[in-house]
Structures are given as C-alpha cells and as structure tokens.
C-alpha cells in the first residue's frame, strides 16, 4: 500500500498520519469522547463538506476526528489520494484546534461481488480503523450522506435503527458496530441538504481538487459521464 506519508509529512502540529494508537491517546486524552469523531473521507463533495463542516461547528474548541480513508480501485488511487489529502492539508491548516488523525486502507475490490459490495468495502476497514484507535474513544460516526444520497440508499431520519433490515445503511452500521465492538451513535447531520447547496458552501480550493468522478482520465480530469459527474458538475 502506497501511504502518502511523504505528502502530508508537514509542520502541521495538528496532524497524525498513521501515528500509533498510544501516540493519538496522549493526544486527545484531554477532549472529551463527545468531541471526537469517525468520518471516511471519499474525495468526493459529500465527505469533504461534512468533514469541513465538522471543523467548522467546533468554533475553537479542541475537537479529535479520526478520518479513514479506503481506496478500492488502483485506476482512481492518485486521484482519491490527492483529493483527500487536499482536504485534510486544508482542515488541519485552517482549523488547528482539530486533531485529526489520518488512516488510509486499501480493498481489492474484484474478489467480492453483490449488491452491498462498496458497503461491506468500506464498513470493514473503517471498523478495523476504529479498532486500532480504539484508546482515543470515538464516540460519534458522522455519514457524510446529503440529500440526494440519502434518497439513494434510504432515507434516513437520524435514526439508523429504524432502516429496513439489509438496507445498505443499516449493513454498514451492523458491520461496523460488530467487528468495532464500540457504543458507536451514528449521525447523518446532512441528510436535508442537497448536493447543490453542500456545493456552494465550499472553499474554492477544496472544489477544484476533487475526486468525484467514477471513471477520471488519467490527469484525474473527469469523464463527464457517470453517475457522479451528472449529479456534481451541473453545480459546481
Ligand atoms: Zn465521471
């Protein structure tokens, strides 16, 4: 696995890029558990927006965010990988009162095939980050769904326990709490705003490095084609 280490290798007091776990449990001993925070970060807009919202909403006070990162695809590696330490770079830079700790996995994703594949993809590793940090005492998982999403893979009230049995969020939850074993609450802070919206309340220079097509070129431009491309472009 190709971790960026050198990349995000900076100054940055604020920032722990594959630290050990007892390094970020001296870190974040002092916030309490209510104030530290799981989010998976995709490249894409949802994730970055939550991500950045997250920073935002702690106004000042020292907050933890363990951000995992899982890559599935080699073709979109460079690509997800630039976005995501973009964001990360930018958060830390701008937002020094968070602590964030960064993990990054990697899942093959030929060998799997059924319908809650990328659920099951993502569910397993950020539960197995979770585990790793399990000392620093995480305590919210945020979803970084908005609306658009939601409606996708079911609509969500806030509260997951009400998702029909074997819907796709409902799988990435049960996955994630069984393999964690954390009293984890799960919260989908934006799951009434549109795409749109979460669009225009980000900083320029986190739009122009995004990762939200399916299929890029290879200078990460993208195709203009796909699903995700359809849904973003059109608002950026
Ligand atoms: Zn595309």
Redesign the pocket.
């Known amino acids: 696995m190709m971790i960026s280490n050198k990349k995000l290798a900076t100054s940055l007091d604020n920032l722990f890029v594959g630290a050990s776990p007892e390094v970020v449990k001296k870190a974040t001993a002092n916030i309490p558990s209510t104030d530290k925070f799981f989010i998976n970060l995709s490249g894409g807009v949802d994730s970055a927006f939550a991500f950045l919202q997250l920073a935002k909403n702690s106004q000042g006070r020292t907050i933890a965010i363990l951000v995992h990162h899982c890559y599935y695809l080699k073709a979109r590696r460079d690509h997800e990988m630039g976005a995501t330490i973009h964001t990360i770079n930018y958060v830390a830079t701008n937002y020094p009162n968070c602590l964030i700790i960064y993990e990054q996995t990697t899942v093959p994703k030929k060998p799997v095939r059924w319908s809650t594949m990328d659920v099951i993809l993502l569910s397993t590793p950020s539960a197995l980050v979770l585990l790793r940090h399990k000392t620093m005492g995480v305590s919210t998982v945020l979803l970084p769904y908005c609306l658009e999403e939601c409606v996708r893979i079911n609509k969500m009230d806030g509260n997951v326990r009400l998702l029909p049995r074997g819907s796709r969020s409902r799988v990435f939850i049960e996955i994630m709490e069984s393999i964690s074993g954390l009293d984890l609450k799960f919260v989908v802070p934006y799951r009434l705003w549109t795409k749109r919206l979460c669009l225009s309340k980000l900083p320029t220079a986190i739009k122009n490095n995004m990762c939200?097509?399916?299929?890029?070129g290879t200078d990460g431009s993208?195709?203009?084609?796909?699903?995700?491309?359809?849904r973003v472009?059109p608002n950026l």
């Open positions: 939200f097509c399916r299929r890029p993208p195709c203009g084609k796909c699903f995700n491309c359809k472009l």
